[in-house]
C-alpha cells in the first residue's frame, strides 16, 4: 500500500524557517523522482521543487534561492528546506512522485504571518 506522510508545517513569522518531511512507502523510492507541491484555499495545486533519482533539483521561480528540496533513499524520506518564509508561502503541501501519480497524503499546513 503506497502512503505518503507529509510532516513539520506550522505557524511562522515572515523571514523564518521550516523543515517539512514526507516519509513514502510502499514504493521502490529510490527510482522515483519526487517532488514537492503547495495548494492555497481558493487555488490550484503548483509544483514548488523537484529532484530526481540522482539529486538534480528544479524550483518554482518563486521559491527560488529560498526553499531546497533534498532525499534521503535510506529513509524513504524527502525534505523541503523552507527559509525566508513569506505571507505567500501559506499554503498546504504536499510531497509525491515528480509526475503526481501516487495517491495523495493528508498534507501538512505551513502558515506565513506578516
Known amino acids: 500500500q503506497v502512503r505518503l506522510v507529509e510532516s513539520g508545517g506550522g505557524l511562522v513569522q515572515a523571514g523564518g524557517s521550516l523543515r517539512l518531511s514526507c516519509a513514502v512507502s510502499g514504493i521502490i523510492f529510490s527510482i522515483n523522482s519526487m517532488a514537492w507541491y503547495r495548494q492555497a484555499p481558493g487555488k490550484q495545486r503548483d509544483l514548488v521543487a523537484g529532484?530526481?533519482?540522482?539529486?538534480?533539483?528544479n524550483y518554482a521561480d518563486s521559491v527560488k534561492g529560498r526553499l531546497t528540496i533534498s532525499r534521503d533513499n535510506a529513509k524513504n524520506t524527502v525534505y523541503l528546506q523552507m527559509n525566508s518564509l513569506k505571507p505567500e508561502d501559506t499554503a498546504v503541501y504536499y510531497c509525491?512522485?515528480?509526475?503526481?501519480?501516487?495517491?495523495w497524503g493528508q498534507g501538512t499546513q505551513v502558515t506565513v504571518s506578516s
Open positions: 529532484i530526481s533519482t540522482g539529486g538534480n533539483t
Open positions: 509525491n512522485a515528480r509526475s503526481g501519480w501516487l495517491p
